[in-house]
């Protein structure tokens, strides 16, 4: 037991050491963090900052209409004065016009508009400006045309228009709730968020760590230190410490992860007061339960230990780093293949489909977990699922361990399939 | 302590078409330097590895220190220096010790202190500079062979194993290695290393065991090995290059069944019921001006070549490194 400390201590501490540790675990939350809140605060000003000023309305024979326009850029609180209205007739429009393209060239002007009939009949008007492609200030724009539009019609149908605008304004916000056995509870789009971020954090940790083991089997094998290991420690020993190792480092680096998250969930509020983001979107916590955390937890540890320990044998079949990709190959492909179903999985969690992939031993370390976020699962579903995962798992570490057992003294060119049959009969 | 540090058993290994060990015995008693000796490829390292237990034998038994090696715990008293040095190059120097001394059951505690020792000794660590602070992949190639031997014996085993030991190493790692192995019989420990050099394991062993093509050829003491030789060795000297006439000489298979050429010096082997005073009386006739004319034991060197050949190894496999 002291050996396998031995192993696995080395496994870990040599792994959190390094600088890509570093940088993975604390940089990424930090990341995140600055990604947020900068995105935030920056949208809020691009909000409050879309004030259109400085710019100069080209009115081609509409009259009353050219004024309301530019009541409505300036705003209630604005001077509309800022803004000149430059009136044509429709024959002196392209000289006019020409005058604005040159202010606006001398940076004279930020932009011009220009009304003409199509406008009044609200079907076409035209802004040009350096900032032309500026969603806040095209889509003011556009509102203060629509609102005129809207108000001329009502007129001439004669209605009261400010009285219209206050019935017409409705804010409805749509709330998703999800339905399980214990009734409703959590919210639909959290547990949405939910299995996107279980998938995404799932892939890269099978990709990244599983590789890593590879590398580091590999690494063994051609510096020769597996023999002396061999020497000391059963090599069953050795893979265990190896694959629980390097999954306590992705676990590390998942609590970090999820705490990180959790503070920044608490604190987002009142970090975005200070920046004067007096509202911060709410986020919504999704539903898990503590039972359905243990079962991610146990997921996650056999998932990962059954590709791991493929990943290991793979490694022991090769002697250079060179050929490693090439022998992680299959594994790599089951890994990508069982992320190529979460899709289908994602949008009908409980299509036959989804309930067959959560039976396969690959599939399962991917399917089951987006299956618990996104939908309610039998008992009978839950417990045999993990049983299943639990028991392929065994089989996994039973043939990779004699693979590798084998592997990490052979050297020579790479082994058949069928020369690996001979391996796990001679171990 | 029992009488053997390490009792082989009628032990065969065989994989997938070859037969790498066929029923090898051999025992190595308590307290010597012993020399496995033979070319490349004749189940050293097989044999090696089935005393470490890192592959079973197929039949047979082995015992370490008077236990089975089925019993794993007592690999802990059995330091192990393989043929390629097999370390982290990644890992500091001192942590990478620390390890392997764990790896044999030995706390960190404890291994601190003799790892200092060690360093200290081997010259890794001095007031200027501690190598133990160092990734292992910035130290020299002699330095690393270091570390590896420090690894080894780190938790002061009382069966060291040296697979080659002193393939690649200079002239001053070989005289410390060479000094260590004294000082470890001294002790009271035991040695085996595996060779092809001759010369270092006549001057060092006690006894040796030649094996060839997975079988035992010859074992014993080192006196009782020599004395297999036989007494039909001749050592002799010219004074000047050998003429033709020599040669031609040298070349009867009638009266000479091998000859160890060195030009100016030759080891003879007499063929079977051949005279020496023949051989000697065609010498003078040819003209040769003789120096050294002696029947004398034969050097491990010859006795190897003339057993392991006679025994047939692949063509090309001589037992010079």
Same mark, same amino acid.
């Given at each position: ?14 792994r959190v050491r390094t600088k890509w540790f570093i940088i993975g675990t604390f940089v990424f939350p930090l990341l995140f963090a600055g990604l947020m809140f900068g995105q935030a605060v920056l949208s809020n000003k691009a ?55 040159? %202010?606006?060239?001398?940076?004279? @002007?930020?932009? /011009? ?26 889509? +003011? ?8 539009? +809207?108000?001329?019609? +009502? ?38 968020v939910l %299995?996107i971020v279980i998938v995404v954090v799932l892939y890269m940790t099978l990709i990244l760590f599983?590789?890593s ?26 893979? %265990?410490?190896?694959? +629980?190792?390097?999954?306590?480092v992705a676990l590390t680096q998942q609590a970090v992860w999820l705490a990180s998250a959790v503070t920044l969930y608490f604190t987002r509020g009142p970090i975005l007061a200070k920046f004067?983001v007096?509202?911060a979107t709410?986020i ?22 059954? /590709? ?63 299956? @618990? ?15 299943? @995962? ?13 693979? /590798? ?23 | ?16 078409? =070859? ?28 044999? $090696? ?9 197929? *039949? ?25 040095? #097999? ?27 003799? $790892? ?15 190598? #133990? ?34 393939? #690649?190493?200079?002239?001053?790692? *070989? ?20 060779? =092809? ?14 094996? *060839? ?24 000297? !010219? ?50 001006? $003789? ?8 050097? !491990?060197?010859? $006795? ?11 063509? #090309? ?5």
């Amino acid at each position: 037991m002291a050996k396998f400390w031995a192993v696995f201590k080395r496994e870990y501490l040599e792994r959190v050491r390094t600088k890509w540790f570093i940088i993975g675990t604390f940089v990424f939350p930090l990341l995140f963090a600055g990604l947020m809140f900068g995105q935030a605060v920056l949208s809020n000003k691009a909000i409050r900052g879309a004030r259109v000023s400085n710019i100069q309305i080209l009115d081609v024979g509409t009259g009353r209409f050219a004024d309301e326009v530019r009541a409505r850029i300036a705003g209630p609180a604005g001077a509309p004065e800022s803004i000149p209205i430059v009136r044509v007739a429709p024959n002196e429009q392209a000289a006019a016009e020409s005058l604005a393209v040159e %202010a606006v060239k001398s940076r004279r @002007l930020q932009g /011009y508009l220009v009304l003409d009939t199509a406008a009044v009949s609200g079907s076409r008007a035209r802004y040009a400006a350096r900032d032309a492609s500026s969603v806040g200030i095209t889509e +003011l724009i556009e509102r203060a045309i629509e609102g005129v539009v +809207l108000r001329q019609r +009502l007129e001439r149908e004669g209605l009261d228009s400010r009285k219209l605008e206050d019935l017409m304004r409705v804010n409805l916000s749509l709330k998703t709730d999800r339905v399980t056995d214990r009734g409703v509870g959590g919210a639909g789009r959290a547990s949405m968020v939910l %299995a996107i971020v279980i998938v995404v954090v799932l892939y890269m940790t099978l990709i990244l760590f599983g590789s890593s083991i590879l590398m580091s089997v590999v690494e063994e094998k051609t510096t020769r230190v597996s023999e002396v290991i061999a020497a000391s420690v059963k090599a069953e020993l050795l893979l %265990a410490g190896k694959v +629980l190792g390097v999954a306590s480092v992705a676990l590390t680096q998942q609590a970090v992860w999820l705490a990180s998250a959790v503070t920044l969930y608490f604190t987002r509020g009142p970090i975005l007061a200070k920046f004067g983001v007096g509202s911060a979107t709410p986020i919504p916590m999704p539903d898990v339960s503590f039972g359905v955390g243990v079962l991610f937890f146990a997921i996650f540890i056999f998932g990962f230990t059954f /590709y791991a320990c493929l990943f290991a044998a793979a490694g022991a079949t090769v002697n250079s780093t060179q050929d490693a990709q090439a022998a992680a190959g299959p594994v790599t492909m089951m890994i990508v293949v069982a992320f190529m179903f979460a899709q289908p999985v994602f949008l009908a969690p409980d299509s036959a489909l989804a309930v067959a992939l959560s039976w396969i031993p690959f599939t399962s370390p991917v399917i089951l977990p987006l299956r @618990l976020a996104l939908t309610e699962l039998s008992l009978l579903e839950k417990i045999g699922s993990v049983l299943m @995962l639990m028991v392929s798992t065994g089989v996994a570490v039973w043939f990779s361990a004699k693979i /590798y057992r084998v592997g990490m003294l052979m050297y020579g060119k790479r082994p058949s399939f069928r020369e690996l049959g001979r391996w796990i009969a001679q171990a | 302590m029992p009488q053997y540090a390490l009792d082989i058993r009628d032990v065969t290994k065989r994989f997938a078409s =070859h037969l790498a060990v066929s029923n090898l015995s051999l025992q190595v008693p308590a307290g010597s330097v012993y020399g496995l000796l033979g070319p490349n490829g004749a189940g050293k390292t097989t044999t $090696i590895r089935m005393i470490l237990n890192v592959i079973a034998p197929d *039949a047979g038994s082995i015992a370490v220190l008077g236990q089975s090696v089925r019993d794993s715990t007592v690999l802990d008293r059995v330091g192990y220096l393989p043929e390629e040095r #097999g370390l982290y190059r990644k890992m500091q120097v001192r942590r990478l010790l620390r390890f392997l001394g764990e790896l044999k059951g030995i706390p960190p505690r404890v291994a601190d202190p003799r $790892i200092t020792e060690w360093m200290e000794r081997l010259s890794l660590k001095t007031p200027e500079k501690d190598w #133990g602070l160092s990734k292992l992949d910035e130290l020299s190639r002699g330095m690393q062979q270091k570390v590896q031997f420090i690894g080894t014996l780190l938790h002061d085993p009382d069966l060291v194993i040296l697979d080659e030991p002193f393939s #690649g190493l200079d002239p001053i790692n *070989a005289q410390a290695l060479k000094d260590t192995i004294v000082e470890l019989k001294r002790r009271g420990k035991t040695v085996i290393f595996s060779t =092809h050099l001759m010369d270092n394991a006549e001057r060092m062993c006690d006894a040796v065991c030649i094996i *060839a093509r997975g079988e035992k050829v010859l074992d014993g003491t080192m006196a009782q090995v020599k004395s297999a030789g036989g007494d039909r060795t001749i050592a002799l000297a !010219l004074a000047g290059s050998a003429g033709n006439g020599v040669t031609a000489i040298l070349a009867d298979r009638a009266l000479v069944s091998r000859a160890d050429d060195h030009d100016k010096y030759y080891e003879i082997e007499l063929a079977p019921n051949a005279d020496a005073q023949v051989l000697l009386r065609r010498l003078v006739d040819a003209g040769a001006s $003789i120096t050294r004319f002696e029947r004398v034991t034969p050097s !491990l060197h010859q $006795i190897f070549l003339q057993r392991v050949g006679a025994h047939g190894i692949e063509e #090309g496999m001589s037992g010079h490194g």
